[in-house]
């Protein structure tokens, strides 16, 4: 007579976790799914990519299949052809989903573009080099890494997708809330990223008791690594909704990329005035000066470096281009005048973020030095105007002295 075949060795432990599970959702009262892990080792990878409340679940897929690629690749450098190499590796039909899930999450800093390449002497195009974080890279790193960092995030404020536009725009606002509570945001800060990294985690933990009915006084802003979370009370499924299973593509197709009229992005803005009168400047809706023009326009005073005026108009970017002058002569005036003192400016930007926060709540922030700094500017103009002439009248003289001499 054949005996029965011999059971594998694990398969009494894992009926006995079967077992301790379904104990555990009986005496759990509300109905719920449950899941056991039956796993060999495997590789780490970040719970916090997975947890993220501000990224979507295509946005999780694509940065987890690009981690795991780039983990099979070892130290050499893990690469995709192209957006329709990493659909198909994720089981994404949209490419439009792929390119919107890089920028997103470039935008919230879990990649980081280090660089374009091209061939030598700037020719054809060969492919982006990318960074990959276990956590939202601070912005000191970023920066570093990827200059144009806030170049871009700016110009995501305007996007036609929505939902570039969206997490653009919370971004931008938590940079602006970071540097409103006195961060330094462009020097590496240890003890600060741990805090943020707390912080993320608190918000993860609120936001799970509160999708089970707890807490729901809980007061906000939820923060996940400066960003505020807007989802914070999600509706709960139906009992039919519970047991269907959702194909990602078909969500994800079902997403359209194309402008709509309601989809343009209505920037802040304050009245123009003089620089005299900044009492209760409130914002407006009008779009402000393109980030490139106002650079050209506005005059970087010789005590920012250019890290930091990169990051002084992305603080500035609601406010008119006469009041950001303004805003700029008093920080590098102030700067000047306390730089021999025991209360120096050491975080410039941050300065000038108080700044801005007063005039937005309708203080008046502003002293003499600016109007100082203007005058001493427009007396430098004045004498390098008188210098130019004089030069341009001497050379004028030599030339005709020579000429009456026959000489040339």
């Known amino acids: 007579m054949n005996q029965p075949p011999e059971s594998p060795p694990e398969a009494a432990l894992l009926k006995a976790q079967i077992e301790a599970g379904k104990r555990r959702l009986l005496e759990g009262g509300a109905q719920q799914d449950g899941f056991l892990l039956f796993s060999s080792p495997q590789e780490a990878m970040p719970k916090l990519a997975f947890l993220d409340p501000i990224l979507e679940p295509v946005e999780k897929v694509v940065w987890a299949n690009a981690w795991i690629h780039a983990k099979e690749n070892g130290s050499q450098m893990a690469g995709f ?48 080099l990318y960074a990959l974080h276990d956590e939202p890279a601070p912005l000191a790193l970023t920066r570093e890494l990827d200059p144009g960092y806030l170049d871009y ?15 653009a725009r919370r971004v931008s606002e938590g940079i602006d809330r970071q ?36 807490d729901q006084d809980e007061p906000g802003p939820f923060l996940f690594f400066g960003t505020r979370v807007t989802s914070n009370n999600p509706r709960p499924l139906s009992s039919a909704e519970n047991h269907q299973v959702r194909n990602m593509n078909t969500v994800i197709s079902g997403r359209s990329l194309e402008k709509s009229p309601s989809s343009k992005f209505e920037h802040g ?103 100082e700094r203007r005058k001493r500017r427009a007396r430098e103009a004045k004498r390098e105007k008188a210098e130019r002439l004089a030069n341009e009248r001497a050379m004028k003289k030599l030339e005709q002295m020579l000429k009456e001499k026959g000489v040339g």
């Not at 052809?81 to 039909?93: D, G, M, Q, T, V």
């Not at 700016?154 to 997490?167: G, L, N, Q």
């Not at 961060?183 to 990294?197: A, F, G, I």
Request: proline residues 5%; charged residues 30%.
């Open 81 to 128: 052809s192209s957006h329709k190499a990493l659909a198909a590796r994720c089981n994404i039909r949209r490419r439009q989903a792929v390119a919107r899930s890089l920028a997103v999450l470039r935008l919230c800093r879990w990649i980081t573009l280090c660089e374009e390449v091209r061939d030598p002497g700037g020719g054809a195009y060969r492919g982006n």
């Open 153 to 167: 995030l700016d110009r995501c404020r305007s996007s036609a997708d929505p939902r570039i536009r969206d997490v």
């Open 179 to 214: 540097l409103n509570a006195g961060h330094d945001l462009l020097s590496p800060d240890p003890v600060r990223q741990h805090d943020v990294r707390v912080e993320a985690l608190k918000t993860i933990r609120k936001l799970e008791q509160r999708s089970r009915g707890r």
């Open 269 to 371: 803005n304050f009245e123009r005035s003089s620089s005299s009168s900044y009492i209760s400047k409130k914002p407006t809706t009008t779009s402000p000066v393109e980030k490139s023009e106002r650079k050209s326009r506005l005059i970087q005073p010789l005590e920012l470096t250019d890290e930091e005026f990169d990051l002084v108009l992305h603080r500035m970017r609601n406010f008119p281009l006469e009041q950001q002058q303004d805003l700029l002569d008093e920080l590098g005036e102030q700067i000047r005048l306390r730089k021999d003192t025991l209360n120096p400016i050491r975080n410039p930007a941050g300065y000038l973020s108080w700044l801005c926060q007063e005039l937005e709540q309708g203080g008046q922030p502003f002293t003499s030095a600016h109007l």
